[in-house]
Structure formats: C-alpha cells, structure tokens
C-alpha cells in the first residue's frame, strides 16, 4: 500500500487529537465535496428536486433531468449555452451559506472567501463542515447564492417545472418543498450552535415550526449517521440531544479551537489527503501550503505523496512551510 500524506505523529503526542476527531473528517471543501459521495452513496439525489446524479469524476455528477420532471428556468427566452450546462450538472452546496459564518471571521474581513481559504485553517474547517453541505443542481446553487430561506408569495409561480422550490431574487427568499423544510431546520440550528450564528426572532420561530412540521426522516437519520461517522460527532437537534427554544445560547464549540487548528496547520489533516501539482509550472502544493486551493483546477494534476510528485519532474512551492 502506497504511503499518504498523514499527519505526522507529533500531532498526537501534542494533545490535539481531540481536535481532529476522526481521521477521515475534511479538512478543507475540496476533501469535503469528495466525501460527501459516501453520505449518498446508495441515493445519489440533488437535495431541492430529487434529481438522480450519475457520478463523474472525483466530486460531480450529472442531473437526470426527466426523471425528476426538472426544467431550466429561463425567464427571458430561450435559455444560453451556458446555463443550460450548469443545469445539468450537480454542485456540492452549503445549506447554510458560507458566507454567513465567513463575515464573522478576520480574514473573511481582510479578502473575502479566497483570502480564508488560503490562510484560516478554522474557516477551511467550516467550510469543509459535512452536516452543512448537499447536492443541488447546478442552476439553482446559482440562482439561490446566499439568499435566505423563508416563505415567498403565493403569487410566485412555479420555476423550474416539477422541482418544488421557489426562488424570490427580489424579495430575497427562498421557499424549498415542505419535506424538507424540517432538516433544513436542524441544520441552521447544528450550524448556528456550533459556529455562534446569529438568528433573528423571525428565522428562529421559522425554523422552529419547520422542525416540527417536518420531523426526522429515516433518508435524514440514514445521512445523518454516516456523517457522524466521518466526522466524529453528531448534530444534536437530529439526534435529540439539544432541543432549540427561543433565546437559544450557542455554544460555538466550533469556533473554540481556533488556535488549536492554527497551531496544527503545518500538519494540516489526520485525513488523506491530495498533493496537487500544477501541470504548467511543474510546482505542486502540499495541503499545508498557502496557494493550496488557489491552483485553478484545469490546471491540478494530484498525488498521493511528495515522492510520486517529485519521481514526475514536479518540484516544491518555494512558500510551502519547512
């Protein structure tokens, strides 16, 4: 078996091992698109449609359009090129928007997504965060950004054929099918805890009456424990071990061991990990290297260890940590 990129053993011996919970846990969104495969591994599906995914590649996949009775929404005629090839394809979403929890944090102040995601190993971790993320197809990542959820009027039509979600770009609402309003519940819950996000008295009460409404599911309790699995923890409002009431204290542990993971970033993950080289500069990146993420992917060809990457003429990042 061919050695990979691991934590070194040091790691352990630091006390951090608590931190890391589970060694196959992501540790940045490009790990986690790859592994979100194995929470749907028997149901491939978008989450807002239903749509059936055939994989391709490491992390995308391909909508089956007519079997979940999706139509492009094309609103000023006939739709571009363009459009149509993101819609028929899946993209890994976050639930909760990133953005939400990156506004929060210093470097997302100083650069934005980017500048986080080369430089916070916190915020790689959040974005990386499995309870947060699904499949969607690709038009509709894109119409819904970071537009909240909530009810929209009654006046809006339907968008995208069958597909029971309704996008109100104006009033800034997203309205998605009832049978998943409820888990879509405990995930703003799971990520409001965890990571001290704020929900107004409007959102809370939202929530709360979808989470009732839409109970736990056995596809949600199915996902739900294979997340865990990979993760080392649970989301407690799926589990029943916290219950959310109006006035919730968050508890934030997600953002407690900032200086922790900081310490840890030369080490970067427990989980195995890509070395990616650039095909042109013939330079390849460690994942605990600045430029890390910021390669354009056209341009990636990964490894499994440095060596396979330097026996094919590919040389260090001159920035990447000694």
Same mark, same amino acid.
């Given at each position: 078996?061919?050695?990979?990129?691991?934590?070194?053993?040091?790691?352990?011996?630091?006390?951090?091992?608590?931190?890391?919970?589970?060694?196959?846990?992501?540790?940045?969104?490009?790990?986690?698109?790859?592994?979100?495969?194995?929470?749907?591994?028997?149901?491939?599906q978008t989450f807002y449609c239903d749509c059936p995914i055939s994989w391709v590649g490491r992390s995308g996949g391909r909508v089956d359009h007519a079997a979940c009775g999706f139509a492009v929404y094309s609103p000023k005629?006939?739709?571009?090129?363009?459009?149509?090839?993101?819609?028929?394809?899946?993209?890994?979403?976050?639930?909760?928007?990133?953005?939400?929890?990156?506004?929060?944090?210093?470097?997302?102040?100083?650069?934005?997504?980017?500048?986080?995601?080369?430089?916070?190993?916190?915020?790689?971790?959040?974005?990386?965060?499995?309870?947060?993320?699904?499949y969607a197809v690709g038009q509709i990542n894109g119409l819904r950004s970071d537009l909240p959820f909530g009810m929209v009027s009654t006046t809006l039509t339907a968008q995208f054929g069958q597909c029971d979600i309704k996008?109100?770009?104006?009033?800034?609402?997203?309205?998605?099918?009832? @049978?998943?309003?409820?888990?879509?519940? /405990?995930?703003?819950? !799971?990520?409001?805890?965890?990571?001290?996000?704020? &929900? $107004?008295?409007?959102?809370?009460?939202?929530?709360?009456?979808?989470?009732?409404?839409?109970?736990?599911?056995?596809?949600?309790?199915?996902?739900?424990?294979?997340?865990?699995?990979?993760?080392?923890?649970?989301?407690?409002?799926?589990?029943?071990?916290?219950?959310?009431?109006?006035?919730?204290?968050?508890?934030?542990?997600?953002?407690?061991?900032?200086?922790?993971?900081?310490?840890?970033?030369?080490?970067?993950?427990?989980?195995? @990990?890509?070395?990616?080289?650039?095909? /042109?500069?013939?330079? !390849?990146?460690?994942?605990?290297?600045?430029?890390? &993420? $910021?390669?354009?992917?056209?341009?990636?060809?990964?490894?499994?260890?440095?060596?396979?990457?330097?026996?094919?003429?590919?040389?260090?990042?001159?920035?990447?940590?000694?």
């Open positions: 078996m061919r050695t990979r990129w691991l934590v070194a053993s040091g790691l352990l011996a630091s006390g951090l091992l608590s931190v890391f919970a589970f060694a196959a846990e992501p540790t940045n969104f490009e790990q986690a698109k790859v592994l979100l495969k194995q929470v749907y591994q028997d149901k491939p005629g006939l739709p571009s090129a363009a459009t149509l090839a993101r819609a028929a394809r899946s993209e890994v979403e976050h639930i909760i928007p990133i953005s939400w929890v990156g506004k929060q944090l210093q470097c997302w102040q100083k650069g934005g997504r980017k500048n986080c995601q080369q430089n916070d190993p916190l915020f790689n971790r959040i974005e990386a965060d499995l309870f947060n993320l699904t996008i109100d770009t104006q009033n800034r609402k997203v309205q998605p099918k009832m @049978t998943i309003r409820g888990d879509i519940a /405990r995930v703003a819950f !799971y990520m409001a805890d965890r990571y001290n996000l704020t &929900l $107004s008295r409007q959102d809370q009460q939202l929530y709360m009456a979808w989470h009732l409404q839409d109970p736990v599911s056995a596809i949600e309790q199915q996902r739900h424990a294979r997340t865990a699995a990979l993760t080392g923890r649970s989301n407690p409002f799926i589990s029943g071990a916290e219950q959310w009431s109006l006035g919730y204290k968050t508890r934030g542990d997600g953002l407690v061991v900032k200086e922790q993971l900081a310490a840890a970033a030369p080490s970067a993950s427990m989980a195995v @990990t890509p070395i990616y080289g650039n095909r /042109r500069s013939k330079i !390849y990146h460690r994942p605990d290297c600045p430029n890390y &993420l $910021s390669m354009a992917v056209s341009n990636r060809v990964s490894f499994d260890t440095v060596l396979e990457a330097e026996a094919q003429g590919y040389r260090q990042a001159n920035n990447c940590p000694k």
